[in-house]
């Protein structure tokens, strides 16, 4: 049963590897996800007076945990945050899945059918393969994806995280997608 | 005022539509193109299904990654203790 009363010193052993795993699934590093995991003891530890026993120590434990890592992206986009018409980051921009006079898809970059990607993929594979294609994004478009589609956040709150405009959202949502559609075909999806 | 657009523009649309709602003139020229785009098409299903399988990889991995070790435990209780 939770005590009432936080024990600090039972932390690591009582929540650590649920908050570890948590943040692993979300930083792909074991050092910094181990970083993320003191720093919420840390910072709980120095708000242990605005805990309410009433709330679950470890509900508590994850809402710290849950901002440290959103700080996590913020510091990720902005350690090489670049202006709007240098989001490419040496990655691809539109221009590599668009023909330039047309504004349709180039050959080479038609999606393909991902009818049958359940069956051209296990579950865990498919899972390893958008996480590996996630990790490949560019810091700002990684970023900004992860915020949006796995931290579920709103635009207007990850333009205000990161202190960028809603064109500049909106550019580096899609330009993630279509680097990421890319990339999952080039592991296996709609290839069947 | 209904207007033929590009695959380029209609993917950007079909990327701001979960965000906000699209006035009634993109939206209806995204659905005129989603008409004879096949590509488009496939690109409208493949969008939510990347957001969705992000989203389930995280939740999966959560359940099944390693364990936090030994020696980043010991290191944790005693960063606490020394801040006690």
């Known amino acids: 049963m939770t005590p009432s009363v936080p024990i600090p010193a039972q932390w690591p052993d009582r929540y650590g590897d649920e908050l570890f795993r948590f943040a692993l699934s979300r930083v792909s590093d074991t050092t910094v996800a181990e970083e993320l995991v003191q720093e919420t003891f840390l910072s709980a530890l120095d708000g242990l007076a605005t805990f309410r026993a009433e709330a679950s120590e470890r509900t508590w434990l994850f809402v710290i945990l849950r901002r440290k890592i959103i700080d996590h992206y913020r510091r990720q986009a902005r350690a090489k945050q670049v202006s709007l018409d240098q989001i490419s980051e040496g990655g691809a921009t539109e221009a590599d899945f668009f023909n330039l006079e047309t504004g349709h898809w180039a050959d080479a970059q038609m999606p393909a059918s991902w009818l049958n990607a359940d069956a051209a993929l296990e579950q865990e594979e498919l899972h390893e393969a958008i996480q590996r294609c996630q990790d490949r994004l560019p810091a700002q478009q990684g970023a900004v994806f992860a915020m949006r589609f796995v931290e579920e956040l709103s635009a207007e709150e990850i333009c205000q995280e990161l202190g960028i405009t809603a064109s500049n959202y909106w550019v580096l949502v899609h330009r993630a997608k279509l680097q990421l559609r890319r990339c999952l075909e080039k592991h296996g999806l709609g290839k069947n | ?84």
Do not use: F
């Not at chain 2, 207007?3 to 699209?22: G, K, M, S, V, Y």
């Not at chain 2, 496939?42 to 390693?66: C, F, H, N």
């Open chain 2, 1 to 84: 005022m209904l207007r033929l657009i590009t695959c380029q523009n209609a993917t950007r649309l079909l990327d701001q539509q979960p965000d906000r709602a699209l006035l009634w003139g993109p939206r209806a020229s995204l659905w005129v193109h989603l008409r004879y785009c096949p590509y488009c098409k496939r690109y409208a299903k493949q969008t939510v299904l990347m957001a969705e399988w992000a989203r389930a990889a995280a939740s999966a991995r959560e359940q099944t990654g390693p364990a936090l070790s030994a020696a980043a435990k010991e290191r944790m209780r005693e960063r606490l203790a020394a801040g006690a």
